[in-house]
């Protein structure tokens, strides 16, 4: 399969680039911006990824830190990276453990997990997400409600001109914001589209009711989760906000309602509680960390099921380790195929489909 590339035209000069060289840039201007800071050379990083990110999206950020000139240390989940924030300021040693959910609603992607955290102990016992699911899916549904509200009172489409679709989602965004800490907000636009200018107001309500169902996911994925981790929702001790779309007045409330008036944790900036993970995690691995947590343990699980493609084209996945399976893990599955060639050996090594002759066994052994 081809891998797909971005096309920007700049200055007039059309550009391809792969997403991890796009990634490199960003990571080569967060290094910069660091350096500067500390003074020093950085070269070598713990980089956060959405809880449900695949494997290959996961390699595609290790690549690009590569690619920035970064010694990728780790990888971790953003929910494990402000629970491990969370637990470093808020949970003393000696306390006792908590159940602690995480929440963290982004620009793009939607992850919620619970941990099980105390004494140094960081055990992720499920996680549930969405990756289409996040802070650009509210302004889309106010982007595409002022192109209806338009084309009703002009009878012309938007969406024919980039441009001003463009400029009519930063005002659109920008009302989102506005949202969070007002009733109304106002969406302007000079010189929309035909020289037309675009003025309309909408209130919290009405953005509440276009984004119902986005709202709905979110508390269908929270059920989800404490089903995988077996745990009533009363028997969560702190839910934590991680990311920017939890301003959201309504998020919050749909949060408080499901957890029947529970208070949210709104001590830790969403902004950063995930890069402080980081930085921690980063530190016990590089054996910087102070003395409370040196003897840091994390215990992760995979988010996603993992298997091989059975039946001709791959139409069928047989799962080898099940999603939520604590790692480090080893599984073995035995599969029959009927290619000549084929021995006992990796993942890698097991055929896409089955043949018509029996020949051989495969054992397949997975260290995640």
């Known amino acids: 399969m081809e891998r797909p590339k971005i096309i920007v035209n700049y200055r007039g000069v059309e550009k391809q680039f792969y997403a991890e060289e796009i990634s490199s840039m960003i990571l080569v201007k967060m290094k910069e911006v660091a350096e500067a800071f500390l003074d020093c050379t950085v070269n070598m990083a713990v980089i956060t990824v959405p809880a449900y990110f695949n494997d290959s999206q996961r390699q595609a950020t290790k690549n690009a830190g590569v690619i920035a000139g970064l010694n990728v240390i780790g990888i971790m989940d953003e929910p494990t990276a402000a629970a491990i924030a969370y637990g470093f300021d808020k949970i003393p040693k000696g ?163 499901f957890f029947e008036g529970k208070q949210l944790c709104k001590g830790i900036n969403p902004d950063e509680v995930v890069a402080c993970g980081a930085a921690i995690r980063a530190a016990n691995l590089t054996g910087h960390s102070n003395k409370d947590m040196q003897n840091l343990v994390l215990v992760d699980v995979t988010p996603l099921s993992l298997g091989v493609g059975i039946n001709k084209g791959c139409e069928e996945m047989l799962v080898v380790v099940p999603r939520n399976t604590p790692i480090p893990t080893k599984m073995q599955e035995v599969f029959i195929t009927g290619n000549d060639h084929q021995t006992v050996g990796t993942r890698s090594q097991v055929p896409r489909h089955s043949g018509s002759q029996v020949n051989k066994e495969v054992v397949i052994s997975t260290n995640t």
Not at 107 to 123: A, C, H, K, M
Not at 158 to 163: C, F
Not at 222 to 244: R, Y
């Open 95 to 257: 306390t006792g453990g908590k159940n602690v959910l995480i929440f963290d609603l982004g620009g793009g992607t939607f992850d919620v997990s619970v941990l099980s955290i105390g004494d140094g102990n960081f055990v992720v016992r499920a996680t549930a997400g969405d990756t289409h699911l996040g802070g650009e899916d509210f302004d889309d549904r106010l982007v595409y409600h002022c192109v209806k509200l338009f084309k009703t009172k002009y009878n012309k489409d938007i969406l024919e001109n980039t441009k001003s679709l463009r400029r009519l989602r930063t005002a659109c965004e920008r009302a989102k914001r506005i949202l969070s800490f007002s009733t109304r907000a106002a969406i302007e636009v000079d010189y929309l589209y035909d020289g037309i200018d675009f003025s309309t107001c909408i209130s919290q309500a009405r953005f509440e009711d276009l984004n119902k169902d986005l709202f709905t996911r979110c508390t269908d994925l929270i059920e989800k989760c404490l089903s995988d981790a077996k745990i009533d929702k009363t028997g969560v001790d702190v839910v934590v906000l991680v990311g920017g779309s939890t301003r959201i007045p309504k998020v919050q409330q749909l949060l408080q309602d």
